[in-house]
């Protein structure tokens, strides 16, 4: 019984993950990792029933990855696409999103643009994202 009832929710989160709306491979890849950590931390965290804090803590996981992720793709595409800083921050301000256009190279036809997120106040990621309005012609810079 316990079985079929964590099969089943494993199954749902599963097809929730894979249907979910994405303009980007980014978000996918997000909520992936933001499952696996949620998914470790709520069975480290529920001691009565450990598999129930998995499926729990998986599913927040994917979900605040996978939007974590979107929303950073979005704000790297609209710095690229306007040519100014853009900001994003949640209403609490425990999480915000930067994104500013460093320059564009015609040959490959790429904007390059940094990228950080905050959480907590603190800095989580701080990377260089390419943002491409069409296919790479070189692979190099």
């Known amino acids: 019984m316990i079985k079929q ?13 894979l249907t979910g709306c994405a303009t980007s491979p980014y978000p996918y890849q997000g909520g992936s990792v933001g499952a696996a950590v949620g998914a470790a931390a709520g069975a480290l965290i529920d001691k009565e029933n ?3 804090g998995a499926v729990i ?3 927040l996981g994917s ?3 996978a939007l974590t992720t979107e ?3 979005r704000a790297a595409r609209e ?3 306007g040519g100014r800083s853009v900001t994003y921050q949640s209403v609490d301000g425990w999480q915000r999103v930067e994104a ?7 040959k490959t036809r790429c904007h390059k643009v940094h990228e950080r997120i905050w959480q907590g106040g603190r800095l989580v990621q701080d990377r ?10 070189e692979p190099g810079y």
């Open 63 to 65: 979900a605040l990855g």
């Open 100 to 106: 500013q256009p460093l320059g564009y190279d015609a």
């Open 5 to 17: 009832r964590f099969l089943s929710w494993i199954g749902l989160a599963a097809l929730l993950h």
């Open 79 to 81: 710095a690229a696409t």
């Open 71 to 73: 929303i950073a793709a």
């Open 50 to 52: 450990r598999w129930r």
């Open 57 to 59: 803590g998986g599913a």
């Open 128 to 137: 260089i994202r390419e943002v491409c309005r069409g296919e790479k012609i």
